[in-house]
Structure formats: C-alpha cells, structure tokens
T-cell receptor, first 116, second 109 residues
C-alpha cells in the first residue's frame, strides 16, 4: 500500500525557534498533501491543503505566516512552524492524495512537537 | 513490520448493524483509534481504546482485544449519514500513529 513518512517523529525546541517538518510520499506521487494538527483524543483539525507547485490553501484561523508550507515536488511537502510558542505544542499529521486515486488519503505517522 | 488490516469496503442497509474489523501488528501499543471521514472532510475522532473490552458511545461501540491484536467498530441503527470511510489507527511504542487504509462504508436505503 501507499506509504507516507514524516520527519522528525518528535521534536523538542525552545520558544522562539523555527521547526521544519517533512512529509514524504514514498511510493506514489502526491498532487495534494494535507496538514493537520491534533490535540489528545480530539479530531484532526485541518490546517492547510497544499498542491504541488502552487501556494497552500489555509483554513480559517490558521496563520499562513506562522505555518509555512512548501510543496515543491510530487513527493515532498514541508511545514515550518516559525517562532514556535508553547501553545504550538501538538501532534502534527500529514496526509497525501495520489494522482491516480483522488478519493483516498494516506496518513503519515505524525510528528510530536513540544515547545518549551 | 507494522501492519493494520481492515476491509476496503462494506455495504449495509439503513437501520441495520454493521461491524468493521481491524487487526494490527505493531511494535508496542499505546492505544487504538477509530475515526470517521466523510469525503472531502477531515477525519473525526470516534473512539480510543487502550484497555481490553467494549466502549459504548451512543450508536457507536468499539471493542479491543490486545492479546489478539484485534478491534472492531460497531455501528447500530445505521443512518444514511453514516456513509463514510472509517479509519483504524494504532499508536505504537514511539507514540507514532500507524494507519489502516480505511473501510468505505456504503449505506443503502
């Protein structure tokens, strides 16, 4: 089946620093990637949708200058949390949708971010 | 390797009961999640099981057997709005989510 990886799996950083999270589709080409954040036992909250080669579409309430998304290739999207604060501590999950199957999203394992 | 198996697609009738199974093999276990995802929407949290047994929440129930590496989601009194994909995910020893491919549930009148 289709595999999506994320790196790093967990990161601890100081307040004010920036953190980059990578999302890769390992064995398929992903025209669309989604970034979610999740608080414990809560639903995934969609942050943004990124299409390869174009600007990401952000959901209402998500600051695009704080959460920078780049989808430079069909297998890689990155989320950069700029000037991270403790309230940004969360579980960030990406998913990818392939070119051949527009209905199915394949989810990554998640990245746990802790901002001190 | 780590693996989550669930059926690709199931069909059921409005008003009936359906059980969606999920089997898993993971390195460690820190709980099993069920999510519902309607087309074009973000997954919605349904349940979290970390201990063996049945958890009931309204029309939805989730069961876990850690010794068997098995869970099921039971949906009762099916409604047309229950047509969706149901995702099973296990959190492993590193607190990473291992996702099943999802089960597409089709409800017929």
């Amino acid at each position: 089946g289709a595999v999506v990886s994320q790196h790093p799996s967990r990161v601890i950083c100081k307040s004010g620093t920036s953190v980059k999270i990578e999302c890769r589709s390992l064995d398929f080409q992903a025209t669309t990637m989604f970034w979610y954040r999740q608080f414990p036992k809560q639903s995934l909250m969609l942050m943004a949708t990124s299409n390869e080669g174009s600007k990401a579409t952000y959901e209402q309430g998500v600051e695009k200058d704080k959460f920078l998304i780049n989808h430079a290739s069909l297998t890689l999207s990155t989320l950069t949390v700029t000037s991270a604060h403790p309230e940004d501590s969360s579980f960030y999950i990406c998913s990818a949708r392939g070119t051949s199957d527009q209905e199915t999203q394949y989810f990554g394992p998640g990245t746990r971010l802790l901002v001190l | 390797g780590q693996n989550i198996d669930q059926p690709t697609e199931m069909t059921a009738t409005e008003g009936a009961i359906v059980q969606i199974n999920c089997t898993y093999q993971t390195s460690g276990f820190n709980g099993l999640f069920w999510y519902q995802q309607h087309a074009g929407e973000a997954p919605t949290f349904l349940s979290y099981n970390v201990l063996d047994g049945l958890e009931e929440k309204g029309r939805f129930s989730s069961f876990l057997s850690r010794s068997k590496g098995y869970s099921y989601l039971l949906l009762k009194e099916l409604q047309m709005k229950d047509s969706a994909s149901y995702l099973c995910a296990v959190m492993d020893s590193n607190y990473q989510l291992i996702w099943g491919a999802g089960t597409k549930l089709i409800i017929k009148p």
